[in-house]
């Protein structure tokens, strides 16, 4: 089943490792990698990478979008680009070795017009697919709640929507546009909810979201804590996987992606939440800027016992 993916504010992920991480100094780096990235452009290279065919609709401009959209060239993943003035952004992630911590810096992104942004409109009017997802933050002067936007254009085509995006442009589209799945982290709901929040309080605030917004369901991962999915059947636990980190990069990504490739092969939203979060699991056992592999997310899954409730049906992978 077709699906969308939006990256309205994608970039380019370099990641390199360096011996140490000092102020002031030059840092000698090595083991250079780039992908294409930011979130709606990694939904989709998940979903292409466990054997779906996804769109991609993404923003892109200058030298930089032209490299990004070379790298998409060389991907299963069927693009559709909007050309915009300013650059397309570059993030840089940096393991030190000394420590295993990694050092994330990421541009806020270019500039749009609303030119672009009508563009990028039409391009999502005229998908006729299943599942439309936006994910990732938005690039300067791009309206706050074009996300809403977004939601409603697939509402009327009759695509499910699902929403993955910072705090500020989660609050200015939650109660405006159908959301079939929204995947906020702990920060954001504890911002939503104003208050922090213990295992008990998410699952609390997270079902609140479903009665008081137009949220169908509400997906919330927390780390070594598990994940846990509201809807109007009542909060789904599932506990974490037990796996050796090398990086954290795209696992909620990976999460999303999944989800999203297994409701699209017409599986239960319980089903697909745990293949979520079995992806996310594989993300962080691969390096640098990899997301999951395809084998590792099969493993991961048809290893774990499933919740009580939960169907245990098997999920074969089909290709290498």
Same mark, same amino acid.
């Given at each position: 089943?077709?699906?969308?993916?939006?990256?309205?504010?994608?970039?380019? *992920?370099?990641?390199?490792?360096?011996?140490?991480?000092?102020?002031?100094?030059?840092?000698?780096?090595?083991?250079?990698?780039?992908?294409?990235?930011?979130?709606?452009?990694?939904?989709?290279?998940? %979903?292409?990478?466990?054997?779906?065919?996804?769109?991609?609709?993404?923003?892109?401009?200058?030298?930089?979008?032209?490299?990004?959209?070379?790298?998409?060239?060389?991907?299963? %993943?069927?693009?559709?680009?909007?050309?915009?003035?300013?650059?397309?952004?570059?993030?840089?992630?940096?393991?030190?070795?000394?420590?295993?911590?990694?050092?994330?810096?990421?541009?806020?992104?270019?500039?749009?017009?609303?030119? *672009?942004?009508?563009?990028?409109?039409?391009?999502?009017?005229?998908?006729?697919?299943?599942?439309?997802?936006?994910?990732?933050?938005?690039?300067?002067?791009?309206?706050?709640?074009?996300?809403?936007?977004?939601?409603? %254009?697939?509402?009327?085509?009759?695509?499910?929507?699902?929403?993955?995006?910072?705090?500020?442009?989660?609050?200015?589209?939650?109660?405006?546009?159908?959301?079939?799945?929204?995947?906020?982290?702990?920060?954001?709901?504890?911002?939503?909810?104003?208050?922090? $929040?213990?295992?008990?309080?998410?699952?609390?605030?997270?079902?609140?979201?479903?009665?008081?917004?137009?949220?169908?369901?509400?997906?919330?991962?927390?780390?070594?804590?598990?994940? $846990?999915?509201?809807?109007?059947?009542?909060? $789904?636990?599932?506990?974490?996987?037990?796996?050796?980190?090398?990086?954290?990069?795209?696992?909620? *990504?990976?999460?999303?992606?999944?989800?999203?490739?297994? $409701?699209?092969?017409?599986?239960? %939203?319980?089903?697909?939440?745990?293949?979520?979060?079995?992806?996310?699991?594989?993300?962080?056992?691969?390096?640098?800027?990899?997301?999951?592999?395809?084998?590792?997310?099969?493993?991961?899954?048809?290893?774990?016992?499933?919740?009580?409730?939960?169907?245990?049906?098997?999920?074969?992978?089909?290709?290498?």
């Amino acid at each position: 089943m077709p699906i969308l993916a939006v990256a309205l504010n994608p970039t380019i *992920d370099v990641w390199s490792q360096a011996e140490r991480v000092r102020p002031t100094v030059k840092i000698r780096t090595h083991s250079e990698r780039q992908r294409p990235g930011g979130g709606g452009v990694n939904v989709a290279r998940v %979903i292409a990478e466990l054997g779906g065919e996804p769109e991609l609709l993404v923003l892109a401009g200058g030298a930089t979008g032209a490299m990004l959209r070379e790298a998409l060239a060389t991907s299963a %993943i069927r693009t559709h680009a909007v050309q915009i003035a300013g650059l397309t952004r570059i993030s840089f992630m940096v393991r030190e070795e000394e420590t295993g911590l990694e050092y994330r810096f990421v541009p806020e992104g270019p500039e749009v017009a609303p030119g *672009d942004i009508a563009k990028a409109l039409a391009i999502v009017e005229r998908f006729r697919g299943d599942f439309v997802v936006a994910s990732g933050s938005l690039p300067r002067n791009a309206p706050e709640d074009i996300y809403a936007d977004i939601g409603r %254009i697939a509402a009327k085509t009759g695509a499910r929507f699902i929403l993955d995006c910072p705090g500020a442009t989660l609050r200015s589209t939650l109660g405006k546009a159908p959301v079939f799945l929204v995947k906020p982290s702990i920060e954001e709901l504890e911002t939503l909810a104003g208050r922090r $929040l213990d295992e008990n309080g998410v699952a609390q605030a997270a079902s609140a979201l479903v009665k008081e917004t137009a949220a169908e369901f509400v997906a919330v991962t927390m780390g070594r804590e598990g994940a $846990l999915l509201a809807g109007a059947f009542g909060v $789904l636990r599932v506990p974490s996987k037990h796996v050796v980190a090398k990086s954290t990069v795209g696992a909620g *990504d990976s999460f999303i992606g999944a989800l999203t490739w297994l $409701l699209a092969e017409g599986r239960s %939203i319980e089903e697909a939440f745990r293949f979520g979060v079995a992806a996310g699991a594989a993300a962080v056992i691969a390096s640098g800027t990899e997301l999951c592999r395809r084998n590792d997310v099969f493993k991961i899954y048809n290893g774990t016992e499933p919740p009580p409730g939960v169907p245990s049906t098997s999920i074969e992978s089909s290709g290498p």
